[in-house]
């Protein structure tokens, strides 16, 4: 959904022989293969885990799938004391596949880029797991939320747990960096959000792991709609600040000062205009966050990225067009 995906004719080969979904992402020389791919096509400056967010509600037990053109669907979905009562963090054994594709990657890769592993944050998982599959109106889980939120924090208090133990078996397997995706805390209100989801990825980030083998782990936070409280996550204990296309980047370094990088924000519609239009608002966003800090270490620099998932209709020569002119036009800003 960020770099590897169905815009790909090759990932669609190697899904068909994959089967589904869950065959490509459990099966590790496929996850290698799917991950390395718009690396190889790119020449992009890092890759990302081929895997799911959904991985870690499905060793808990949920039952995932991907239906053809329906998106993620589980068999059994969590609303009811019953059913919250039986969470627990699932056993890590349950995710090896996932831990073995990290260091079979990191081989394959053989220092070329670095690997950013991830996960969904306690609030954008619990989405999942009580609405049972994607969701419109959020309406099944903020119910929960507002009538039994009790319910709704032993839910989250389970996720926070097994996310940072997920995300800790990644880094121990060589996951070079980690990414926090909050893709609908952006649908909570004011209040909400710091409650059921910042509180959260907060408690994850306390419990990762922030070195391993000497080298610091960067953390990056990703919240889709999230512009408004940028101001309460500069609390996060985290390196890197991921914004969608509705943020202004120059208010945001304003805002966040030389504490966080900012990675984002291009809106992934962009890729389906013409190519020159693709050119003008990458460098637009380039231009919104100004001159990089020329340092070194982590600081107020800018982390081009898109700000949101990629669209599978995406024409894959846009993307060429696209990392080709990040990579000229931020090399000239350097200068
Ligand atoms: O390169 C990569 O894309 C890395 C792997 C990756 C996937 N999903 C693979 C995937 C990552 C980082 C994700 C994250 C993810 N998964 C998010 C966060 C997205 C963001 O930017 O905020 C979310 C919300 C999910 C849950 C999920 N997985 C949904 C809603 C869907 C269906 C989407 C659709 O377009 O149908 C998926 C499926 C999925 N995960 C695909 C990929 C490549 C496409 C499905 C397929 O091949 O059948």
Redesign the pocket.
């Given at each position: 959904?960020?770099?590897?995906?169905?815009y790909l004719a090759e990932y669609r080969d190697t899904?068909a022989k994959a089967g589904s979904?869950m065959g490509l992402a459990t099966n590790t020389d496929f996850a290698t293969e799917v991950t390395l791919q718009?690396i190889d096509r790119y020449g992009l400056d890092a890759a990302?885990?081929?895997?799911?967010?959904?991985t870690v509600p499905d060793a808990m037990g949920l039952g995932l799938s991907?239906v053809n053109g329906e998106?993620?669907k589980f068999e059994r979905h969590v609303r009811d004391e019953a059913s919250v009562a039986l969470l627990k963090v699932p056993d890590m054994d349950k995710l090896r596949y996932v831990f073995d594709a990290v260091t079979s990657i990191r081989k394959a890769l053989n220092g070329r880029v670095p690997l950013i592993g991830?996960t969904?944050s306690p609030w954008?998982l619990a989405c999942y797991m009580v609405e049972g599959g994607?969701s419109s109106d959020y309406r099944a889980v903020k119910s929960l939320m507002y009538q039994r939120p009790d319910l709704m924090h032993q839910i989250l208090s389970v996720n926070a747990e097994a996310v940072a133990a997920y995300l800790n078996a990644q880094i121990a397997a060589g996951a070079q960096a980690v990414m926090i995706?909050d893709?609908w805390g952006g649908v909570l209100a004011d209040g909400a959000f710091q409650e059921f989801s910042l509180a959260y990825t907060k408690q994850v980030l306390e419990k990762t792991t922030r070195t391993h083998e000497g080298q610091t782990i960067p953390r990056i936070v990703?919240t889709?709609g999230g512009g408004q409280w940028l101001g309460d996550m500069t609390a996060l204990n985290c390196d890197v600040l991921g914004v969608d296309w509705t943020v202004n980047l120059q208010r945001a370094r304003a805002l966040v000062g030389d504490r966080f990088a900012l990675q984002g924000n291009l809106d992934p519609m962009v890729l389906f205009a013409d190519p020159a239009s693709v050119a003008k608002q990458a460098r637009r966003v380039l231009d919104d966050f100004g001159q990089p800090h020329t340092g070194t270490g982590c600081g107020a620099t800018h982390i081009f990225n898109l700000g949101?998932?990629i669209n599978?209709h995406t024409p894959p020569e846009n993307v060429a067009t696209l990392v080709e002119t990040v990579h000229e036009y931020s090399r000239q800003m350097r200068r």
């Open positions: 959904m960020r770099q590897a995906g169905r899904r979904f718009p990302i885990l081929f895997s799911d967010i959904l991907f998106g993620p991830f969904g954008t994607s995706f893709s990703f889709k949101h998932g599978q």
